[in-house]
């Protein structure tokens, strides 16, 4: 049964306090800076928009602040937040990085466009992330030219220049050609060429074929000949059985890309492939290895999983982001895809290693000993996906979120709200997959933020931080959450701070820019604890 939640006489979630603007809900709240904008952005992307904006629009709105942000001359810095994004693994997708890499790199303000082709190795790692990259320029210079000014030669010229021959080699054939371009196309476009024998034999297998490589390079090196080599055992992988396809991945080392879709059943080839398999790779491939028969309960392979799923040293180096783990958490759980008709059985060992590599894949971070309430927005808007997952909600993730803090810190106190206080039978020793079953049963409603701090004064309960895992969208309370704060701190002589932790990239925020105590951050960035944890400590 809720509580009635009775406050003290204040404006009301309908009308706005000074400073605010119009939420697409109906309510009012914050505009967040476009910097901020573009942090949610970079984190949570604009893949199946919001409950209340379409994903075209929302892309459109965080297109126009990071335009606003480069015209303002604060291009460099919208580089350096991609790159430090990027490089950190804070987030689950590279498609909303690449994008805003491409924007100032399309920009006319010189030291922007320098910065973000500079920048393009560091972001780009891998040719999906180039041939993105390449694609979002072109689509951006629609109308003004090819695109392929000297500039952009110039940083897809290094792209493949400043890689060994090896793992260019394993890269091109890795990955040959997406989003319309091959690696033929940015050859030609750019006009690549190297001194170097080594890398001009990949560029040469690249253009004309390995026949031609084989009569020009032959010989010339032994750098050359481990080139050669490679190339040459992804060749005869295309012609081979399946004993065969073993063979070549142990002795050279290919991966699944290299091998003939006819021979992805085969249980030894991925009992092949799992023996060095990138930790991304394993972590999307768990439901076709136990497809396979390749896992079994009790199963070496099984361990071999298990055990790479609970190395936080693997999981840091792979830069495997939180929301990539529940995903797989989630799909591999319900023995299915979401697309297709492959189905597995279910390796309960695994279940749970999952459950510990979400938790390992946050930036650790020690205990405050603060005291948090943890408030989770059940309401209907916070059912829409995040990042365009189909199998996780933002509730479903807000309430991960609050499990990571719940396990580090000891004091602290969960429930859920919507336009009323709603209990939540959830803990942390609880395993995530039953606390995202438990949040999802939970009836949905209208959106009130301010009924953590108007509970907590009611209750008289001791907070020193208030989180807020919600997407901002308030419109139904008789007081605006930042009121509701201030009341708190009054009532108990508490300076309360205030954290929202955004799970959408919209442009609203509960928290008051002018308020000190008051923080917004981005749901779902892998840094967040520690931002949490040095926000709750006054280190900023």
Known sequence: MAESMEVEEETPQSKPLPGQTPNTAGGFS??????QRLRRFLVLGSEGGT???GEKEL??????????????????????????????GRTAKQNPIIFALALCAREDNLDTKKAAYEALNKVCRIPTHLFAFVQFCEALSAGSGTGWGRAHRRAVQNWYLEKTPISLSMAVTKYQQREGWSHRDLLRLSHVKSDL??????????????????????GRSEEVESVLTF????????????????????????V???????????????????????????????????????????????????????????LKRARIHPFNVLLALKTYEQGHGDKGKL?????????????????????????????????????GSMCCSVMGSRVVTCRDASAAMAMVTARVESR??????????????????????????????VPMGGTDCAIPMIYAKQKKLQVDVFIVYTDSETWFGKIHPSKALQQYRKATGIDAKLIVCGMASNGFTIADPNDRGMLDIVGFDSAAPEVISNFTLGMF
Request: aromatic share 8%; charged share 25%; with cysteine.
């Open 30 to 35: 914050w505009e967040v800076d476009d910097m």
């Open 51 to 53: 409950y209340y904006i």
């Open 59 to 88: 892309g459109r709105q965080n297109a126009e602040a990071i335009l606003r942000l480069i015209k303002s001359g604060k291009g460099c810095d919208v580089v350096r937040e991609v790159v430090m994004y990027s490089v950190e």
């Open 197 to 218: 024998p080594e890398l001009a034999c990949v560029f040469k297998y690249i253009v004309k074929g390995m026949e031609a490589c084989r009569v020009e390079f032959s």
């Open 231 to 254: 190339l040459n055992a992804v060749e005869l992988a295309k012609e081979s059985d399946e004993t065969m396809i073993v063979q070549l991945i142990k002795d050279h080392g290919l």
């Open 256 to 314: 699944r890309e290299h091998v003939p879709t006819q021979h992805l059943n085969s249980e030894i080839v991925w009992a092949a492939l799992l023996e060095k398999m990138p930790m991304t790779a394993m972590i999307r491939n768990l439901g076709k290895m136990s497809n396979v028969g390749l896992l079994k309960p009790l199963s070496s392979y099984s361990k071999m999983i298990c055990d790479k799923l609970r190395n936080d040293d693997m």
């Open 343 to 379: 189905t597995w059985p279910v390796d309960q060992s695994i279940v749970s290693a999952l459950n510990d590599a979400f938790y390992l894949s946050f930036k650790f971070v020690e205990p405050t000993g603060k005291r948090f309430l943890l408030a989770v927005d059940v309401s």
């Open 412 to 441: 602290f106190h969960i429930l859920g709200f919507s336009h009323k206080l709603v209990p939540l039978a959830i803990n942390p020793s609880m395993s995530l997959q039953d606390v995202v079953k438990t949040i999802s049963s």
